[in-house]
């Protein structure tokens, strides 16, 4: 292509590593930026840009900088199409759009940048230095140390990546470019609420859902708090209507608190919600119907919104946060599609943000972040975002527990929940997901408030997102690091023959699909502490030992006799001496990094004349 020796580029990851973006011009797509959305311009276009409109159609929108992506049919008259919408009065800018050369994605530049200074660095030679490339702090990060977004002058265009480049050379910087946004793909793919049931299938006794009826016995979710960060939400839905259902809602893209769509297409949000904690006071529930719900509405792939979406639900107390979202896929049922294979760094931005919810979330425990594996049939590890370790990817199963067959796969997947099967088939339990839609006519559905058919990982996700919710609810003091190794020892180990699982985990199911039920029942039996005697001919205790069954915390129990030094490890017999009471001579240590979360209660049984332990949460862990 002509002038691709000159194209911009740009490099998530710091100096001399990461991935590098080649930039090119596209041939048929240009942007306008306007006051209007595109059916609000289509009515106000001038006469020589009305004649163009029957060779025009909205390809995507960045509600984020308030900009149309509109495709040409005949890329010839691109320029000639995009010199007539200049002229119109409503219409700001009307200019080319650029795509990644690899991947062909397109995307857009807003001449901010990101910029992260060695920690060393002074305010005063950081304003020095911005002022020397004529940038301006427009917002200083608060999740990592010497972070800001910049913003360059007004008309810079494509000068603002040899700004960043320039910039990011600079000794004092370890992280600098440019503001690209790409399109944020959606993981899109009724008896209603099937997925939250346990039922028979063709007279088997096999479940097809999660069966939430004997969970809620434990939780439904409460004093736990969930930010969804999706498209905009409809916080009016009558399924999010009880005082405190809804706290903190917040637009990252126009700095906002609310969350309420702006455009006709920002369904997508309302939908994963509804499957996450939807009260179900009518039509649906949610896998968490009384968790707290943060909606956070956020913009496109990459955008500085992001980035800021994460702090905000650290910022106001989500415990979880659940993300259906990431780069574009391949087709999934072409397997030759090379889009399978183009990978996608996450942004360095949304990188600090997310190890800020990792560190600082839950009061310094740390937020679980969940996130929808993809749709694209892909190995996982292509995506920067659902591959990052610390994150639950969550993949999709079907209601007859086989593998969607367009949910991507890999090492990172953490577990999967049922969705929607991918294939269309009138003998089919279901085609998809049951949950709230957005009202009225905008919404997935035009004639209801709910919808039938929502599916992909998209609805996987937020779906372990509300079983995580109730088991932090019953188990406050849970951190990321317990929640594979609970997976693996409590989830349904389904298609054990197709899932090659291999210790456990499966690339296609993770360590299988998520069982709240079992975790709970799990994590109450591990608590418990047994205690074996063995006594004399007079029945009287010679020797005692406690067996501690803990498997995923990282704990220690020892005990000893008051007046003797030596410390047993439980498991140990001890040998008791006197005849007579021995309840008072025990000491107890609980060591480990788990221990301030937990509680060692004694109880005195049978007339003094045996003992019982056991551990208990700490309701206050600061």
């Known amino acids: 292509m002509p002038g691709e020796a000159l194209m911009p580029t740009f490099q998530y990851g710091g100096k001399n590593k990461g991935k590098t973006f080649h930039i090119v011009q596209t041939e048929d797509l240009f942007v306008v930026r306007s006051t209007l959305t595109w059916n609000g311009l289509k009515q106000v276009l001038s006469d020589d840009a009305i004649p163009f409109l029957d060779k025009l159609s909205l390809a995507f929108s960045f509600p984020e900088v308030k900009v149309n992506i509109l495709k040409i049919a005949v890329p010839e008259k691109l320029d000639e199409c995009r010199a007539a919408f200049k002229g119109n009065h409503a219409v700001r800018f009307a200019g080319r759009v650029w795509k990644e050369k690899l991947s062909g994605t397109s995307l857009i530049y807003t001449e901010n940048i990101f910029v992260k200074f060695k920690s060393n660095v002074s305010g005063k030679a950081i304003l020095r230095l911005l002022m020397d490339h004529k940038l301006i702090i427009k917002e200083k990060f608060n999740f990592s140390p010497n972070a800001y977004f910049l913003k360059s002058p007004e008309f810079t265009g494509v000068d603002v990546f040899e700004i960043a480049k320039t910039l990011g050379e600079n000794e004092l910087v370890l992280i600098c470019y440019p503001e690209m946004v790409f399109p944020k793909r959606s993981?899109?793919?009724?008896?209603?609420?099937?997925?939250?049931?346990?039922?028979?299938?063709?007279?088997?006794?096999?479940?097809?859902?999660?069966?939430?009826?004997?969970?809620?016995?434990?939780?439904?979710?409460?004093?736990?708090?969930?930010?969804?960060?999706?498209?905009?939400?409809?916080?009016?839905?009558?399924?999010?209507?009880?005082?405190?259902?809804?706290?903190?809602?917040?637009?990252?893209?126009?700095?906002?608190?609310?969350?309420?769509?702006?455009?006709?297409?920002?369904?997508?949000?309302?939908?994963?919600?509804?499957?996450?904690?939807?009260?179900?006071?009518?039509?649906a529930s949610g896998v968490a119907p009384m968790a707290r719900l943060i909606p956070i509405r956020s913009g496109g792939l990459g955008?500085?919104?992001?980035?800021?979406?994460?702090?905000?639900?650290?910022?106001?107390?989500?415990?979880?946060?659940?993300?259906?979202?990431?780069?574009?896929?391949?087709?999934?049922?072409?397997?030759?599609?090379?889009?399978?294979?183009?990978?996608?760094?996450?942004?360095?931005?949304?990188?600090?943000?997310?190890?800020?919810a990792l560190k600082k979330g839950r009061n310094g425990l740390g937020c679980l972040l969940t996130w929808a594996a993809g749709n694209g049939n892909e190995e996982i590890k292509y995506d920067g975002y659902a591959s990052l370790p610390p994150v639950l990817a969550v993949s999709a199963c079907d209601f007859m527990e086989k593998r969607a067959p367009y949910s991507d796969f890999g090492q990172n997947i953490a577990c999967c929940f049922p969705s929607s099967s991918g294939v269309s088939d009138s003998n089919s339990m279901s085609d998809g997901i049951w949950t709230t839609d957005r009202s009225g006519q905008w919404?997935?559905?035009?004639?209801?408030?709910?919808?039938?058919?929502?599916?992909?990982?998209?609805?996987?996700?937020?779906?372990?997102?509300?079983?995580?919710?109730i088991i932090l609810s019953v188990y406050p003091a849970l951190q990321q690091k317990h929640i594979r190794p609970l997976l693996n020892l409590t989830a349904d180990k389904i298609s054990f023959g197709d899932g090659t699982y291999k210790h456990g985990h499966s690339p296609y199911f993770g360590y299988g699909r998520i069982n709240p039920l079992n975790a709970i029942r799990f994590l109450k039996e591990i608590l418990q502490i047994e205690t074996e005697t063995k006594r004399n001919k007079i029945d009287k205790i010679e020797e005692i030992r406690f067996l501690f069954k803990i498997s995923?915390?990282?704990?220690?129990?020892?005990?000893?006799l008051k007046r003797a030094e030596k410390k047993y490890t439980a498991g140990e017999w001890m040998a008791i001496s006197r005849d007579d009471t021995f309840s008072d001579q025990i000491e107890f240590e609980l060591n480990g990094l788990d221990s301030p979360f937990f509680k060692l209660k004694?109880?005195?049984?049978?007339?003094?004349?045996?003992?019982?332990?056991?551990?208990?949460?700490?309701q206050k862990l600061h």
């Open 552 to 560: 995923i915390f990282d704990l220690t129990l020892t005990y000893k």
């Open 443 to 469: 919404g997935y559905n035009p004639d209801g408030n709910y919808v039938g058919s929502f599916g992909g990982t998209s609805a996987s996700c937020p779906g372990v997102a509300g079983c995580l919710a």
């Open 303 to 356: 955008s500085f919104s992001e980035a800021k979406a994460f702090a905000w639900a650290v910022d106001h107390g989500a415990d979880i946060i659940s993300c259906s979202w990431g780069p574009p896929d391949g087709i999934w049922y072409d397997p030759d599609d090379p889009a399978h294979r183009i990978p996608f760094p996450i942004p360095d931005s949304s990188r600090l943000a997310i190890d800020y």
């Open 602 to 618: 004694v109880f005195i049984m049978d007339n003094d004349h045996d003992l019982r332990l056991r551990l208990t949460w700490k």
């Open 187 to 283: 993981h899109h793919i009724h008896d209603q609420q099937w997925f939250l049931k346990e039922s028979s299938v063709d007279g088997l006794n096999n479940p097809r859902g999660v069966d939430m009826s004997k969970v809620w016995h434990y939780s439904k979710g409460e004093n736990i708090t969930i930010a969804v960060i999706d498209d905009g939400f409809d916080t009016d839905h009558p399924e999010f209507a009880l005082p405190g259902k809804i706290i903190f809602p917040r637009d990252t893209i126009l700095d906002l608190n609310t969350a309420f769509p702006q455009a006709e297409d920002e369904n997508h949000g309302t939908c994963c919600a509804g499957v996450a904690l939807a009260q179900g006071s009518d039509f």
